[in-house]
């Protein structure tokens, strides 16, 4: 079965930079749409970046426009979130998740943005940032 895991998370100062990985694992018979959620204490999780398997197409929540970046290396079936400018809000479990996309020009090009599209998720890796 597919499987994903991420990597990168940890404890930053304000202001400062993580780099997360997602490696998936498993069948790879049809390429996967790719995203990135976040769950803080007390709320609920909530969408933070996606990606189609071609790349072309992103999603960002708009409170992290401008700081993160997420990208992806199909050769490598890996999945990245570059975070930058950090700010003590964005502190959270950060879950990465994927999905089938199927083998249509449409399917290759689009993206997920909701927690329900998601078949496969991670374990979750946390992401701290102090003031």
């Known amino acids: 079965q597919v499987q994903l895991a991420e990597s990168g998370g940890g404890s930053v100062q304000a202001g400062g930079s993580l780099r997360l990985s997602c490696a998936l694992s498993?069948?790879?018979?049809?390429?996967?749409?790719m995203g990135w959620f976040r769950q803080a204490p007390g709320k609920e999780r909530e969408i933070v970046a996606a990606i189609s398997w071609s790349g072309d197409n992103k999603y960002y929540i708009g409170s992290v426009k401008g700081r993160f970046a997420i990208s992806k290396d199909n050769a490598k079936n890996t999945v990245y979130l570059q975070m930058n400018s950090l700010k003590p809000e964005d502190t959270a479990v950060y879950f990465c998740a994927a999905e089938n996309s199927g083998d249509s020009y449409y399917t290759r090009n689009m993206y997920f943005t909701t927690e329900g599209d998601y078949r496969y998720w991670g374990q979750g890796t946390q992401v701290t940032v102090s003031s």
């Open positions: 498993g069948s790879t018979i049809s390429p996967y749409i």
